[in-house]
């Protein structure tokens, strides 16, 4: 859908300038027919080459569904692009990467290339040669003879020429495409802007290979922690285990495809079904101690975690996460603790130093009066700097309210636990997930015994699954993954509760200038910007989104046609009316449309990306409105 809308390109040049002086024709009905005069102007050529140029992009994006190695993918897209019918390419190219440890190309994809250019363009620096160079300038580079620029010769290498096409992703710098051409090869106004959408396309390429292999090294790490780690639907069926489930749980267990009927104990099983799941739905988290069986019989005592989540907030619980650790040795510093309270100190304090995680004693003014090694260690304290000093001492202000609690529930019911952030010594925090227990008798100077873990590393991949599903890192704002989600269900209410629905989807006019100008930095601050200016225009039930590249999207519930005209219209203003250093002032065009009961998701985001290519066409910086007509 997005290959469709480059202004830059020659067909659109010729068709904007041969359109008349710009006037204001922001919701005009004559929209349609002056299409169709654009239309009739296009020479025959001119469609078969656009349709050329798109089919190649076309097959380009389908290779993301391809389940083979990345190298292959862009072997595939060389051979694309040399049976190009307009486009005089010989039949040589290569795709280097950029090394993510250095200012270095590295060759990944070649075709018929010389031998020797094989070693001698494996690596290539910044600067050096030609490929070299567009990656330092981020600009495309032509020369249609070798020449001084051209470093990398060998003995007999014939005259020719290059097309050298950074390749730029919104995290900046992701490779060249290097395209050979005939010497003395006179260029096209179309092929510059081509390879630019090429280059856009393999961006988004390269990046979903990327962000596959990090899926991968995530779940690496989960199965290198001896946690358990699992993953269940709403009827507890099994999709994920780490290894350490699969350790505790039992090798033998084929666990994938299992429930928790069948993996856990009956009493743990329906402990679970009835009580954790039903509780984190309602409470978003269900935490407690229970004991789990190994296949040898024997027993494990775990603190075990159940998140609910949720495809969207407020919305219906799509899986389940459980985390569970083995607390045996902190249950053993527990009745080491209850030893304590009957004066066998030195047994104590030889148990508690061999712990995993910290202990620490406080007395009924919540003064600490015993600690482990790993209290002292973790916190960068000495023991002398830790007499008489407080619990409260040592949180935030914040967090003064919850200790005080811990202590109250402690006292009052036995057992108590809390997550709180420890300060060290040095006035960094770590996050602590602390269990407390009380000890009664009045022989005791000590009222509270607890253990607490390093729960760092959970609190951030916790942070960064929620991040990753739903947000636009660059903006802010949701990403499209999420607004199509939106919208799929705003059309699924439509069966139970027919309610308007409408959307708008715009595009910055010359944003690719905006670029090339100043830079991929200005070009992020300016997105970030229509961001923030955008969202001051919406209401409460407005979900905006980047849709892909400069093109973002409103969805609007419960909103009409003529609402949507006067929402697109502020928002198309404002952006109008703000100015940018450097940029200056910028422009969008937009389109807009209802959904109708008669069609589904796909025919409906046709509509309004029909509608903003025709605002583009038209002169920009204007709204052209999609209505809905039966097939």
């Known amino acids: 859908m997005n290959s469709r809308k480059n202004p830059e390109s020659d067909s659109f040049d010729k068709v904007e300038a041969e359109l008349p002086a710009k006037q204001d024709t922001s919701l005009s009905p004559g929209i349609s027919s002056l299409g169709d005069n654009i239309q009739n102007d296009l020479s025959e050529s001119e469609l078969r080459t656009e349709r050329d140029t798109q089919e190649v992009l076309r097959k380009i994006l389908s290779l993301t569904l391809e389940k083979i190695p990345l190298e292959e993918k862009l072997d595939s897209v060389l051979e694309l692009l040399f049976n190009i019918p307009w486009f005089a390419l010989e039949r040589k190219g290569s795709v280097f990467l950029c090394d993510e440890n250095s200012n270095t190309l590295r060759l990944v994809a070649k075709k018929y290339l010389a031998p020797i250019l094989k070693d001698k363009c494996a690596n290539v620096a910044f600067g050096n040669c030609l490929c070299g160079k567009a990656a330092a300038s981020k600009t495309l580079i032509f020369h249609n003879h070798v020449n001084k620029d051209h470093e990398t010769r060998f003995e007999g290498m014939p005259d020719h020429g290059h097309y050298c096409q950074p390749i730029i992703s919104a995290k900046g710098l992701v490779g060249v495409l290097n395209l050979y051409v005939s010497a003395g090869h006179t260029p096209k106004p179309i092929e510059a802007p081509f390879l630019n959408s090429v280059a856009d396309t393999l961006a988004g390429l390269i990046e979903l290979d990327k962000a596959k292999m990090a899926q991968q090294r995530l779940i690496t790490l989960l199965d290198a922690t001896p946690d358990l780690v699992t993953i269940t639907d709403r009827e507890g069926k099994f999709h994920y285990c780490n290894n350490g489930a699969k350790h505790i749980l039992g090798e033998t267990h084929d666990t994938e495809h299992q429930s928790v009927s069948g993996l856990y104990p009956n009493a743990v099983a329906r402990l679970l079904l009835d009580v954790a799941y039903p509780y984190a739905m309602e409470e978003g988290v269900w935490e407690d101690e229970i004991i789990l069986s190994r296949p040898d019989g024997s027993k494990v005592p775990v603190s075990q975690l159940v998140i609910a989540h949720r495809n969207e907030p407020g919305g219906e619980v799509a899986y389940f996460s459980t985390v569970a650790r083995d607390i045996s040795d902190r249950k053993m510093a527990e009745i080491a603790a209850q030893t304590a309270e009957l004066r066998e100190r030195n ?285």
Request: charged share 25%.
């Open 347 to 631: 047994f104590a304090n030889t148990l508690i130093n061999s712990m995993p995680g910290i202990f620490f004693l406080i007395d009924e003014n919540g003064r600490l009066m015993r600690w482990n090694s790993n209290f002292e260690h973790a916190l960068g304290y000495a023991g002398n700097q830790l007499h008489k000093m407080t619990l409260l001492q040592l949180v935030r202000d914040e967090d003064c309210s919850k200790i005080e609690k811990f202590r109250i529930d402690t006292r009052a019911t036995g057992t108590s636990s809390v997550e709180v952030n420890l300060f060290k010594r040095d006035a960094s925090c770590i996050p602590f997930f602390i269990n407390g227990m009380r000890l009664d008798g009045s022989e005791t100077d000590v009222s509270i015994i607890a253990t607490g873990i390093d729960i760092s590393y959970r609190c951030h991949l916790e942070k960064e699954l929620r991040e990753h599903a739903t947000i636009d890192v660059m903006t802010g704002a949701f990403n499209r993954r999420k607004m199509e989600e939106e919208i799929k269900n705003e059309i699924q209410k439509q069966v139970r509760n027919p309610t308007p629905l409408s959307l708008a989807m715009f595009d910055i006019d010359f944003f690719k200038r905006v670029n090339d100008t100043h830079g991929h930095d200005v070009g992020d601050i300016l997105l970030k910007q229509i961001t923030a200016l955008t969202r001051k225009q919406l209401r409460n039930n407005d979900i905006l989104a980047r849709w892909g590249g400069e093109e973002f999207m409103i969805l609007s519930s419960v909103t009409t046609l003529d609402g949507m005209k006067i929402l697109a219209e502020r928002v198309r203003r404002a952006i109008e009316q703000f100015h940018l250093d450097l940029v200056g002032n910028v422009t969008v065009s937009m389109g807009i449309g209802e959904y109708h009961a008669d069609e589904n998701q796909t025919s409906l985001l046709k509509r309004i990306d029909d509608a903003l290519y025709l605002a583009k066409k038209s002169g920009r910086n204007r709204i052209v409105i999609s209505e809905y007509t039966s097939e």
